[in-house]
Structures are given as C-alpha cells and as structure tokens.
C-alpha cells in the first residue's frame, strides 16, 4: 500500500523538485535509505536469498519517479496513533 502511494505521490510532483516522504514502511524506507535498489537492478532484480523481488514493477517506476526528483525519505511511527502516521496512513490508502 505504502509503495504504490508513494509512487502516485511522486509521479504527481512535477520534476526536478524537492519532495519530502514520509512513510510507515520500514521496506519502503530501507529500499532507499540502505540503496538496496541499486543490489536489485546489479543482480538481475534478486533480493534476499536470490529470490526475485516482489512487486518489481511498482519498483522500477518508483526508483524512476525518485531520480527525477531531489527525495529525502523520512520514517514515521507506525501504528502509533502518531498524527503523522495516521496522515501517513490515510493517504496511502487513497
């Protein structure tokens, strides 16, 4: 849910902009933060135990969204009752 969100949300913002994400998805934060997309498109889109990874598709669209813009990714508490994570929460369900 957090990805195709985040996906939606950067293909909206015109490009070459500063854009701020936050989310509650340690997956989708680590994937960025950790830069794990560049081990994916290095090994032929493999993760963790050389499976493939899922949601491949969403991915490679949001890794592109990414690059057209200037991102700084930020985690939220999630299931917190945070208002930020209920924000959060809201938009990514749409």
Known sequence: MELRAALEGLA???S?????VHT???YVMNC?????YEKWEKNGWLGAGKKPVTNRDLW???IAE???HHVAWHK???????VMNDRVDAL???
Do not use: I, N, Q, Y
Request: proline share 3%; aromatic share 6%; net charge positive.
């Open 12 to 14: 909206a913002v015109p």
């Open 16 to 20: 070459r902009r500063k854009v701020e």
């Open 24 to 26: 509650d998805s340690a």
């Open 32 to 36: 960025f933060r950790d830069r794990w």
């Open 60 to 62: 490679e669209r949001l």
């Open 66 to 68: 990414t690059r057209r």
């Open 76 to 82: 939220v508490r999630g299931h917190s009752g945070d």
């Open 92 to 94: 990514a369900r749409g």
